[in-house]
């Protein structure tokens, strides 16, 4: 497994894919992945109150009592979107390792559970052309206006849960988030007396902060809340102008301005409620949470501000069945699930939401091997100047291996 620990840690610091991605990352820092894993995308993203042996549950830390075995979890993600406005389309997509995870199972019998990983929590890919017409000093100035970002934040985490009650477990994780945004403006001229412009703008972030997790169960019903506190990050960003005349072919560029300056952000705390149901092969669940950017300043445009963001989803899995004689098909757990999310954003006062729907399933191979994937379908956003209507697809997969490293024992009590 050590081996194969290092493989996993090559492959995640390496982006396979990356072309664009939604234009709606460019507000803020970018689309935020409060929940992650295929086995949860597959059920609408519900995984709050939802157990699992094998899954690594990242938005609420006292499920992990529920893992039998440690176990390293790898993930990839990847999305196409269509992007339309009210005289214009273009496809755009990107992929990449999307999480590595390991989780150690110290003593089932007590849920207690350790783990540490490192995730993506926001995403910012996107590119958007445009053109432009101008009176300036009594001048007639058009041409074409490019703008692109890439770049989020990356989450490092660490911690643990415990059951202290039989039917009580809690979690907790110390949280380090890291990252860089880049974002790049560049303006075309039509006109020989006007110049070509760039601006851009990288930003690298690093702060930390904490999350709780809480899960109560009674015989099949199962209640989930986490709260994460509030994030204040260090902020150290580059600005460059730069203006440039093209002169036989070639750019001639000139360094106007470059600035560098410190500054700090605070991202909102967050806070998530979830309940699950299991009826014999079946289980339905659903979640809630709620993260509150109204006074968030990182990134405000002229024609945007923040609001709170909230998300309800809804999912339903056919379980697997685990018995060494079941027929094949029988093993794989099966899902569906639908979404609504009313992102963080508002433009031109429009409030941004997205809606959508998935399947997935979870295939189980070797010993104590799973394979998971989900497949999400849905649109954000609506055709209205300046705004645009995404139609998105996203394919999670995560592959995972188990192996028991501690080995239960024998607990005798005094009469």
């Not at 709620?290 to 445009?301: A, E, K, L, V």
């Amino acid at each position: 497994m050590i081996k194969l620990l290092s493989i996993l840690l090559f492959l995640y610091s390496t982006s396979l894919y990356s072309e664009g991605g939604s234009n709606y990352s460019s507000f803020g820092i970018g689309d935020l992945e409060n929940v992650q894993g295929a086995a949860y995308w597959g059920a609408g993203g519900t995984a709050i109150a939802v157990p699992s042996t094998h899954s690594i549950n990242l938005i609420n830390p006292a499920m992990w009592s529920y893992n039998e075995l440690t176990r390293i979890q790898l993930g990839y993600r990847f999305q196409q979107n269509l992007i339309e406005s009210a005289d214009n389309s273009l496809y755009q997509n990107y992929g990449a390792i999307d999480g590595l995870n390991i989780m150690f199972s110290i003593d089932t019998s007590l849920g207690l559970s350790a783990g540490f990983g490192l995730n993506s929590y926001s995403q910012v890919n996107y590119s958007i052309a445009s053109g432009f017409s101008k009176v300036v000093d009594n001048l007639q100035v058009s041409g074409k206006l490019e703008n692109s970002g890439a770049g989020g934040l990356k989450k490092l985490y660490f911690g643990g849960a415990i059951k202290p009650l039989s039917f009580m477990s809690i979690g907790f994780t110390q949280n380090v988030y890291l990252g860089n945004i880049q974002r790049d403006a560049l303006t075309f001229s039509n006109e020989s007396y006007a110049h070509n412009s760039y601006t851009g703008r990288k930003n690298s972030f690093n702060g930390t902060n904490q999350k709780i997790g809480l899960n109560l169960t009674y015989k099949d019903l199962s209640f989930g809340a986490y709260y994460e506190n509030a994030t204040l990050l260090r902020m150290n960003s580059e600005l460059i102008y730069l203006s440039y005349y093209d002169l036989i072919g070639s750019n001639n560029r000139v360094v106007d301005t470059t600035f560098t300056e410190n500054s700090k952000i605070e991202v909102p705390a967050s806070l998530g409620f979830g309940l699950s149901y299991k009826l014999n092969k079946f289980r339905i669940s659903s979640d809630f949470y709620t993260q509150d950017f109204t006074n968030f300043t990182y990134n405000t445009g002229n024609n945007a501000k923040f609001k709170s963001l909230n998300s309800f989803t809804i999912g339903a899995e056919r379980l697997g069945n685990k018995s060494s004689g079941a027929r094949t098909l029988d093993k794989f757990t099966y899902r569906f699930g639908l979404g609504y999310k009313e992102l963080y954003m508002m433009v031109n006062d429009i409030p941004i939401s997205e809606q959508y729907l998935s399947v997935g399933l979870t295939a189980p191979f070797g010993k104590n091997a799973m394979f998971d994937i989900a497949l999400v379908l849905g649109t954000r956003g609506e055709i209205s100047s300046p705004l645009v209507k995404e139609y998105f697809g996203r394919l999670y997969i995560n592959m995972s291996i188990g192996e028991q490293w501690f080995v239960p024992f024998k607990r005798e009590f005094e009469e």
